[in-house]
């Protein structure tokens, strides 16, 4: 079945730090790969999105490319700020499974300033 | 706008009490529902989904129940809770593979 494994955390870095959260899935078909962010005492929200092979979802300064070779989805972003402290969730959507959603454990990112 | 609201934000049951989780959404028609759950360390399981008033497809055997009395209403249940039940539970609607959540229960059996 699908399956989505990220990074575990927790994640502390300093303000304009280099964030890289690492995600691979297993899917039998072609999926969507989804991160959501978890912000504290908010629901899940939809970051970023790539549908299909070599595209690259972004958002609020984050980035996140589809790699069918190395079946990864890496979330990144270039310099982070104390406002990125959050849950971090990688996910895939797969047809073959309704398309309903399968996430990984999430990432706790704490950016001290 | 369409909004989702669950509650309680967090909830601390004995083992062996019952359980009633409720989710309404607004803003929106015959969307489709679901329930998940985050244990300690996991990743969000999908529990419950629903298509429509009175349709649950459940996800995993489990301890847990739900149930669609309206169209933008899921409730999530349990006759007697177990420890094993502890956990982050996200009620959440939308269309195929795009998600709208709620802020979340955080459960505690004790």
């Known amino acids: 079945g699908d399956s989505v494994t990220q990074m575990e955390g927790p994640v502390t870095l300093s303000e304009e730090a280099f964030l890289t959260i690492n995600c691979t899935y297993t899917?039998?078909?072609?999926?969507?790969l989804f991160w959501y962010v978890q912000y504290p005492g908010e629901g899940l929200q939809l970051l970023l999105k790539?549908?299909?092979?070599?595209d690259k979802g972004s958002n609020k300064g984050f980035e996140a490319t589809y790699r069918k070779e190395t079946t990864s989805f890496h979330l990144e972003k270039g310099s982070v700020q104390v406002s990125d402290s959050a849950v971090y969730f990688c996910?895939?959507?797969?047809?073959?499974?309704?398309?309903?959603?399968?996430f990984g454990a999430g990432t706790t990112v704490t950016v001290r300033a | 706008s369409q909004t989702i609201h669950q509650w309680p934000a967090t909830l601390v049951q004995p083992v062996g009490s019952p359980l009633s989780l409720e989710c309404t959404v607004e803003?929106?028609?015959?969307?489709?529902l679901y329930w998940y759950r985050q244990a300690a360390g996991r990743g969000l399981q999908l529990l419950f989904y629903?298509?429509?008033?009175?349709?649950i497809s459940s996800e995993v055997p489990q301890n847990l129940s739900a149930s669609r009395p309206q169209d933008r209403q899921f409730i999530l249940s349990s006759k007697k809770l177990l420890l094993s039940d502890s956990g982050f539970y996200l009620c959440?609607?939308?269309?195929?593979?795009?998600?709208?959540f709620g802020s979340g229960t955080q459960l505690s059996v004790l």
């Open positions: 959440a609607w939308g269309w195929g593979e795009k998600l709208f």
């Open positions: 899917a039998t078909g072609y999926p969507s």
């Open positions: 790539a549908t299909k092979a070599d």
């Open positions: 996910a895939l959507s797969d047809r073959s499974n309704d398309y309903k959603l399968s």
């Open positions: 803003g929106t028609s015959n969307p489709n």
């Open positions: 629903s298509v429509g008033i009175g349709q």
